[in-house]
C-alpha cells in the first residue's frame, strides 16, 4: 500500500494495492485491504 490522503484502511475496499494504505494490500478474493505481512516499508 501506499501512504497517501484518502488510502483505504483495513477491509476498506479496493482494486489494486496502491489503493490501500501502508503495510496494506488488495485481497484478490475479496476486493478490501488486509495486512501484507511486512512491518515496515
Known amino acids: 500500500g501506499v501512504d497517501k490522503a484518502g488510502c483505504r484502511y483495513m ?3 479496493c482494486s489494486v494495492n496502491d ?3 501502508p503495510r496494506l ?3 484478490s478474493l475479496f ?3 488486509a495486512w501484507d505481512l511486512t512491518f515496515s516499508d
Do not use: E, L, R, V
Open 31 to 33: 476486493s478490501y485491504c
Open 25 to 27: 494490500g488488495c485481497h
Open 11 to 13: 477491509f476498506g475496499g
Open 19 to 21: 489503493d490501500c494504505c
